[in-house]
């Protein structure tokens, strides 16, 4: 039993449980918004947890033999607290899943999101490691809303300013994500966009990402007025420039801080507006 449950908690944090979980609760919140069924909502909030289990685990399993060469203690599959065999199956039930809970949304709901899977997959299994690594963040993060809004009743596409606020907020993920592996990173010979670009330039194009995220989510909407929407725009230009100010500060991770800050803030606004705004 001990073993069992040992072999559960690895596994469990093999799928990288918070960018998972962060993404669902958007899924979620997006979902909530519209007009669904419970049992509805709650497919769609599985099938994207799903997914985001697959992909999690699909990375940790490519990403086994460097991280063992950098002596990456935190994760189980390279610490060998998990065999490959267990976290390939993982993958590939929840790969699975992901796909048949996603057909009651309807067929272009379940195309849009096997291609997000697809595009995050084609990370995991090697685009991280060029010059594209960003795309699959902005097209799997810009398709979430797709997602959940072709799945309503007459497929409505989601609009415009949403599905492009999602991809800067992906874009700006995937910088921030990068930036406290890039040494561990560099030493086995990943070289995504952010390596090429360096540490400083990733931070302030992360901060320009969301900042963009912000002026759609504020002005997208038609008729958008509430206190959160007038106040996030200024927000977000204060927190960034006091950031990247005190980032000059040695081994300082201000930037870092005020980016995933003003993320929150965009989300907060995402799911405010939902993807039923025309």
């Given at each position: 039993m001990k073993q069992i449950a040992t072999a559960t908690w690895a596994l469990a944090r093999a799928c990288h449980p918070l960018p998972a979980l962060a993404v669902t609760a958007v899924a979620a919140g997006l979902t909530l918004g519209t007009d669904r069924t419970a049992g509805a909502s709650l497919t769609v909030i599985a099938a994207v947890l799903a997914g985001q289990l697959s992909v999690g685990w699909l990375n940790?399993?490519?990403d086994a033999p460097r991280d063992a060469r950098v002596g990456r203690v935190d994760k189980p599959l390279a610490a060998g607290e998990i065999s490959p065999v267990a976290v390939r199956g993982g993958v590939a039930v929840a790969a699975a899943l992901a796909v048949a809970l996603s057909l009651p949304s309807g067929p272009a709901a379940t195309a849009a999101h096997v291609a997000a899977l697809i595009s995050a997959w084609a990370y995991d299994l090697g685009v991280k490691a060029t010059a594209l690594s960003v795309v699959p963040y902005a097209v799997?993060?810009?398709?979430?809303?797709?997602?959940?809004?072709?799945?309503?009743?007459?497929?409505?596409?989601?609009?415009?300013?949403?599905?492009?606020?999602?991809?800067?907020?992906?874009?700006?993920?995937?910088?921030v994500n990068v930036l406290p592996d890039l040494a561990d990173d560099a030493a086995t010979g990943v070289r995504g966009l952010p390596h090429r670009l360096g540490p400083n330039a990733s931070r302030l194009l992360a901060a320009a990402l969301v900042l963009a995220a912000s002026v759609l989510l504020a002005f997208g909407p038609?008729?958008?007025?509430?206190?959160?929407?007038?106040?996030?725009?200024?927000?977000?230009?204060?927190?960034?420039?006091?950031?990247l100010f005190l980032d000059r500060r040695p081994r300082s991770r201000a930037a870092f801080r005020a980016v995933m800050l003003v993320a929150l803030v965009d989300v907060a606004l995402m799911l405010q507006t939902g993807v039923s705004t025309g």
């Open positions: 940790d399993l490519v799997s993060f810009a398709l979430l809303p797709a997602f959940v809004s072709l799945g309503q009743a007459g497929a409505p596409l989601p609009p415009a300013w949403l599905v492009a606020a999602a991809a800067f907020l992906g874009s700006a993920a995937h910088f038609p008729g958008a007025s509430p206190p959160l929407t007038l106040a996030a725009v200024p927000f977000a230009v204060g927190v960034l420039a006091a950031g």
